[in-house]
């Protein structure tokens, strides 16, 4: 669907993206995860074809560059900036992205009412955004990406700055949307998210890909295994494992154990592995 | 999720985008403020302190009596006693001069003949009076018309109220009738008069009024106004308003192209642009939307002042064409300040501060503060590299100027050119700097 072949973008001295190299599958949620700074928006603009790269190319499948106006048609994006104008409805900016995206008449009515729909703010669309709650903010910005039926869609941390019940309502409609079969490239810096959505996930730090597989691939692939912590003899006991219910069987047959609770691998002990930090202490 | 194929038109994005901005602008009532409703201040204002009038106590007429008759006198003692009038006895070129300079609203001339004429009211040239007025007085000269056709009419009510005047005027009506030809109308003079003469012997003259004057029209005319209308287009505004108008209607155009150079810069730092980019528009769609907009922006806000200054204070362009031609110049020129404005810098704020440390300078030195004819005339050779000082003459050759075409042509040019390069600048530079 989407391939970026050893890509590299650099401002100044600053290198954004160093030889960053990926394909995205047909139906597929891809997640970049990685901490604030590490290439993940300027891979979604050079993506789209927004930032022309220093080297390398992006391809979208059967349909050539995305600088072309007509591939982007084909395109969707839902910035990490709330891009959306406050002074106007959401119904209103909804109407004018889509006659950007060449929609008018009809079409143009039922996709509003649709991305409204979709956004669950039917009841307020003629209600200014800048009235809007954040949650519903980004909701609005999501749908607004949706609106022209994209083949490809973008979302950089479509979640950012959002309270938890939002962020859930936000990540129920990307699954509708990968249940549909829609193909996302989705970028965060929260691994809950990555673990929840994405079919694979690219682990990206400074502009380079550092392991791109599945969520289980990665923690295999990448020595993340469970730990068992067990209180034996009133004495903490912390005990790596790849199968913890085998670890803790064993250890009731040495010893008493008065409590124990077994800590899951997650991509940020991934992360941690394979850069020496975790994701979020930037 | 299976939407309907997009159309594909060049324009449709562009209009939409055009009709975004102008919305946004219409809801920031800011904007919509320093757009409209400062420039109209500003120019009631100065156009208030440097004499433009604004409520007139009274209307200052010039009157000039080339007659020299007792009937002339009476005519203008009338007049005078009219409410709300001051007449200033003058001579006729002095009087004219000043209705064109617009010092008197109008002019009231009494021309050799007239208490003759009034003698012999019922035969030969009916009395005339010539009434020169300002055509950006309007409502005060047809007020003032008014006024001078019923102290002339007051002398023919005052024939049909009796006396031997009234009679002895009948008489000798008689008598100059039976020197004429034999005619129709000299019939049916005669039969008119001796029905007069039938009329004041009745005794109920005494209390005729205005009726008798109405019945006793048709081919006959008591009295003719002429009237005529007085500008001298070269030689200087009619009011203070024709001075503070095009000034106004700059500041209304410098604000609006700050205010849409600022809402691009905003686009790209509230990621709307980036929104935009992303979908199937070029650069070149993105901005002629921007410009459409602001184009058509500073187009309504010309057009609002414009109506303003004509219905409120009488600023009345000579030509509509020629108005409309300097508008539209002055429009393209900001649409290109506005691009440039736009591009050369990266935040709000830069933008903001640099918009107005740009335009202030040129605005003073262009005209747009001072009047271009009181400056010294090295300042206003300086001025010549300001597009305010183009645009300012464009306005005023339209308003008051009594600008050809051809001399209309020059300022129009600078202001196209000017707006041309700014676009191809301006449109440059920002595309280097969002890429």
Redesign the interface.
């Known amino acids: 669907m989407l391939t970026l072949a050893d890509l590299r973008k650099s401002y100044g001295a600053t290198v954004a993206v160093d030889g960053l190299s990926l394909r995205v599958e047909p139906g597929e949620v891809l997640g970049l995860l990685g901490p604030n700074g590490a290439g993940k928006s300027t891979t979604v603009?050079l993506a789209?074809g927004?930032?022309?790269p220093d080297a390398g190319t992006v391809t979208v499948d059967g349909l050539g560059p995305p600088t072309a106006?007509?591939v982007?048609?084909h395109?969707?994006?839902a910035?990490?900036?709330?891009?959306?104008?406050g002074?106007?409805t959401g119904e209103?900016n909804l109407r004018?992205?889509g006659?950007?995206?060449?929609?008018?008449g009809?079409?143009l009515a039922?996709?509003v009412d649709?991305a409204l729909d979709f956004a669950a703010l039917t009841d307020r669309r003629r209600d200014r955004v800048s009235a809007y709650s954040g949650g519903m903010q980004r909701r609005l910005n999501l749908a607004?990406a949706?609106l022209?039926?994209p083949r490809l869609v973008l979302l950089d941390e479509p979640t950012a700055g959002v309270d938890p019940q939002s962020r859930n309502a936000i990540l129920d409609r990307i699954l509708e949307l990968k249940r549909?079969g829609?193909t996302v490239v989705y970028t965060t810096h929260y691994m809950e998210e990555a673990e929840r959505l994405c079919d694979r996930v690219a682990i990206v730090d400074h502009g380079k890909v550092l392991a791109l597989d599945t969520v289980p691939g990665l923690k295999r692939t990448h020595g993340a295994q469970a730990v068992l912590h067990a209180t034996v003899g009133g004495e903490e006991r912390r005990i790596p494992a790849p199968d913890p219910a085998a670890a803790l069987q064993r250890l009731m047959a040495e010893a008493r154990v008065d409590d124990f609770h077994v800590e899951r691998p997650d991509l940020e002990q991934v992360f941690l592995k394979l850069t020496g930090r975790r994701l979020r202490d930037e | 999720?299976?939407?309907?194929?997009?159309?594909?038109?060049t324009m449709?994005?562009v209009l939409?985008?055009a009709?975004?901005d102008l919305?946004?602008l219409v809801?920031?009532r800011a904007a919509l403020f320093f757009a409209l409703g400062w420039p109209v201040l500003m120019a009631v204002f100065f156009g208030l302190i440097f004499g433009g009038g604004g409520e007139r106590a009274r209307l200052e007429v010039g009157v000039v009596d080339e007659d020299h008759s007792k009937q002339s006198a009476a005519l203008l003692s009338r007049l005078g006693a009219s409410e709300g009038l001051t007449l200033t006895p003058l001579p006729r070129g002095e009087a004219e001069a000043r209705v064109r300079r617009g010092k008197l609203v109008g002019a009231v001339v009494v021309p050799k003949g007239y208490g003759e004429a009034e003698a012999r009211l019922f035969h030969g040239e009916p009395r005339t009076l010539e009434l020169a007025v300002d055509p950006a007085h309007a409502a005060e000269a047809a007020m003032l018309e008014g006024m001078l056709t019923g102290a002339a009419m007051q002398s023919f009510q005052d024939l049909f109220s009796g006396g031997q005047a009234s009679r002895r005027m009948v008489d000798q009506a008689f008598s100059e009738l039976e020197t004429m030809p034999d005619g129709p109308w000299r019939a049916a003079t005669t039969r008119f008069l001796g029905e007069v003469r039938t009329f004041l012997d009745s005794g109920e003259a005494a209390g005729a009024t205005k009726d008798g004057a109405a019945a006793a029209r048709g081919e006959w005319k008591p009295l003719v106004i002429e009237k005529r209308a007085l500008r001298d287009e070269g030689a200087g505004p009619s009011s203070a308003f024709d001075v503070t108008f095009p000034q106004g209607i700059i500041w209304g155009v410098i604000g609006c192209a700050l205010g849409f150079a600022l809402s691009l810069v905003q686009e790209r730092t509230?990621?709307?642009l980036?929104?935009?980019?992303?979908?199937?528009?070029?650069a070149v769609q993105v901005l002629a939307g921007k410009a459409l907009a602001c184009f058509a922006a500073i187009v309504a806000v010309e057009a609002l002042l414009f109506a303003v200054g004509r219905v409120g204070f009488g600023v009345r362009p000579a030509s509509a064409w020629l108005a409309a031609a300097a508008a539209a110049s002055v429009a393209f020129c900001f649409v290109g300040i506005m691009m440039l404005v736009a591009s050369m810098g990266r935040t709000e704020q830069a933008v903001s501060g640099l918009g107005w440390a740009i335009m202030m300078p040129l605005t003073m030195v262009g005209g747009g503060m001072v009047p271009l004819f009181a400056m010294p005339a090295w300042m206003q050779t300086a001025g010549t590299i300001s597009p305010v000082r183009w645009a300012i003459l464009a306005l005023e050759g339209a308003i008051w100027r009594g600008f050809s075409p051809a001399q209309l042509a020059l300022p129009c040019a600078v202001l196209l050119a000017v707006g041309a390069a700014g676009l191809v600048v301006g449109t440059w530079r920002y595309r280097a700097a969002v890429?």
Request: net charge positive; aromatic share 4%; glycine share 6%.
């Open positions: 603009h789209l927004l930032l022309a106006p007509a982007r048609g395109l969707g994006l910035p990490q900036a709330l891009a959306l104008y002074d106007l209103e004018f992205l006659r950007v995206h060449g929609l008018a009809r079409a039922e996709r649709w607004a949706l022209h039926d549909a829609l | 999720m299976s939407a309907p194929a997009p159309t594909t038109s449709g994005p939409a985008m009709l975004k919305r946004l809801r920031n509230r990621g709307t980036t929104r935009l980019r992303a979908a199937p528009l070029s890429d």
